[in-house]
Nanobody, 129 residues
Framework: QLQLVESGGGLVQPGGSLRLSCAASGFGLDYYAIAWFRQAPGKEREGVSCISDSGGSTNYADSVKGRFTISRDNAENTMYLQMNSLKPEDTAVYYC??????????????????????WGQGTQVTVSS
């Protein structure tokens, strides 16, 4: 059974850092495009970052460029989102996603929900003093 499980969310003060993890089981992440999305209360889910299956293409939302970094560890079959300089507006439920298509996350600047076949259950990140 293909499954993604997030962890690492929590409460952090503005300016602080968190690292989200997303462990995959039932398939190997190294052949998948991977992404992080988030959904704040009362707002639509939005793309945060993605990497194509080969790692040749990486996209970030303008709101997180320079602060967040997406990565994966193929040996651990886990993907990560390092979040630095966190702001209250980063408060949201964060979801990881993966897709086996070669074309996913290949268009510069775009992180599209409909491209991703597999999703995690979400982890809450709250940025507040």
């Amino acid at each position: 059974q293909l499954q993604l499980v997030e962890s690492g969310g929590g409460l952090v003060q503005p300016g602080g850092s968190l690292r989200l993890s997303c462990a995959a089981s039932g398939f190997g992440l190294d052949y998948y495009a991977i992404a992080w999305f988030r959904q704040a209360p009362g707002k639509e889910r939005e793309g945060v970052s993605c990497i194509s299956d080969s790692g040749g293409s990486t996209n970030y939302a303008d709101s997180v460029k320079g602060r967040f970094t997406i990565s994966r560890d193929n040996a651990e079959n886990t993907m990560y989102l390092q979040m630095n300089s966190l702001k209250p507006e980063d408060t949201a439920v964060y979801y990881c996603a993966a897709d086996p298509s070669y074309s996913t996350c290949r268009v510069s600047g775009l992180i599209r929900m409909y491209e991703y076949r597999h999703w995690g259950q979400g982890t809450q990140v709250t940025v507040s003093s």
